[in-house]
């Protein structure tokens, strides 16, 4: 429950300050967020300036890299990363990415160290991890006294020169090799009453088929679990179920349109009148549907041939999602769909918010998609989808506040 509350008061945080991004990044980049805490006192040290120097040597091996990438704006592109991550990697230290959606180079210099963990053996190690900026968090590890100690630096660039940076020194207060889903969390321990950014770091160490990465960027990461029910409720082409098509026309109609959706939302809800061509084209893109049958699903109104949308507010927004989907199999069926099997992965080793699932996708002729249903699979505990909030509907919202429009 604390760290529930904690996350709340961040999110609403996010939320006045104007924040676009989808939840706090809670891998490499939260040691950065903190650093006021940081203790700086030894970066003058030898060692200290010693791992700084490095650093720096390491980011300017693929200084021609970085400095292309950011003409092109490419720098957040995996096959950019993937270069740093490859020129990283010559060092033979650990290198993967902060989104971990290329495999880890020199996964087996991970597993020889949580092998030391185990056994209370001395050891140290270094894990990379890299940013979509082009630059990289470094992971001093060593084994001491029955725990892990843990040191931060970043590489970030100014001027087209890599600088570095200490962040930050702990014990670890969770040293995890999760051996079923491949991951390694690490977390540092914070005092009573804090109340800033939960700070774990999770890493997938084992491998991922590139094949069913693909099928995950392509098909499961465009929609998520953040801002639509998609994939959180059962679902099909016969019974649609709880399926919120208000949530798909949100997150789907920059694909359908090339822009931003017009309609804005606020802390206050606001209600438009979309016209039935424009809605139904864009749920029409992911979802086989009749009109008829959609507008049973939804608020249509028949005088304007249109569909009253009410955007979220503060009321419904939602809360930090910090679980993202893998794909870990699928299978072509006979009537030409694929089945994919979906895991979901806690960024915060959080096994309430975990889940399977199995998604059926529909291949167009024109390359482009539709998902044809979802089945939540049988899980061994109860799955709490705390972070999703159901939408008001018009009457809701009316009966609380009164009617808002535009």
């Not at 010559?90 to 020889?112: C, F, K, L, T």
């Not at 092998?115 to 590890?141: C, H, M, N, P, W």
């Not at 061509?277 to 608020?299: M, S």
């Not at 249109?306 to 910090?322: A, I, K, L, M, N």
Request: charge should be negative.
């Amino acid at each position: 429950m604390k760290k529930k509350v904690i996350v709340l008061v961040i999110w609403m945080l996010f939320l006045m300050s104007g924040c676009t991004s989808e939840t706090a990044d809670h891998s490499a980049d939260n040691s950065a967020m903190d650093n006021e805490e940081s203790d700086l006192s030894d970066s003058g040290s030898g060692a200290a300036a010693d791992i700084m120097d490095e650093s720096e040597q390491l980011a300017e091996e693929y200084g021609e890299v970085y400095r292309a990438a950011l003409k092109d704006g490419a720098l957040a592109q995996l096959d950019t990363i993937r270069e740093i991550m490859e020129s990283l990697g010559v060092s033979g230290y650990a290198v993967v990415d902060n989104e971990n959606q290329i495999n880890m180079i020199h996964p087996e210099v991970i597993r020889e160290f949580d092998d030391s963990v185990k056994s209370g053996q001395s050891a140290e190690t270094t894990l990379l991890i890299v940013t979509d900026d082009g630059g990289f968090v470094r992971y001093d590890l060593t084994v001491s006294d029955g725990g892990v100690q843990v040191g931060t630096s970043r590489i970030s660039w100014e001027n087209g020169v890599p600088q570095a940076e200490k962040l930050d020194s702990y014990e670890a207060y969770t040293w995890k090799m999760d051996e079923e889903n491949g991951y390694l969390y690490i977390e540092k321990e914070q005092p009573a009453g804090y109340d800033g950014p939960i700070e774990y770091t999770a890493v997938r160490v084992e491998p991922l088929d590139e094949e069913l990465r693909e099928l995950n960027r392509k098909y499961i990461l465009p929609a998520g679990y953040r801002r639509t029910n998609l994939f959180l409720t059962d679902w099909d082409e016969t019974d649609y179920g709880e399926l919120d098509f208000y949530d798909l026309f949100e997150e789907f109609y920059f694909s359908e349109y090339g822009k931003e959706i017009p309609y804005k939302s606020d802390f206050d809800k606001l209600t438009y009148e979309v016209p039935a061509e424009e809605f139904e084209t864009v749920i029409g893109q992911v979802i086989e549907i009749e009109p008829e049958k959609l507008r049973a699903y939804t608020v249509y109104d028949s005088s304007s041939s249109s569909y009253v949308y009410t955007t979220r507010c503060r009321e419904d927004w939602g809360h930090p999602c910090f679980v993202k989907p893998e794909v870990i199999g699928y299978e072509k069926l006979d009537d030409g769909t694929i089945r994919l099997k979906v895991s979901s992965v806690s960024q915060e080793d959080d096994p309430e918010h975990t889940f399977s699932h199995e998604v059926v996708i529909r291949l167009l002729a024109d390359g482009g998609y539709q998902y044809v249903s979802n089945h939540i699979l049988t899980v061994d505990h109860e799955t709490d989808f705390d972070w999703y909030s159901r939408r008001l509907t018009v009457q809701q919202w009316e009966e609380k506040y009164g009617f808002s429009d535009e």
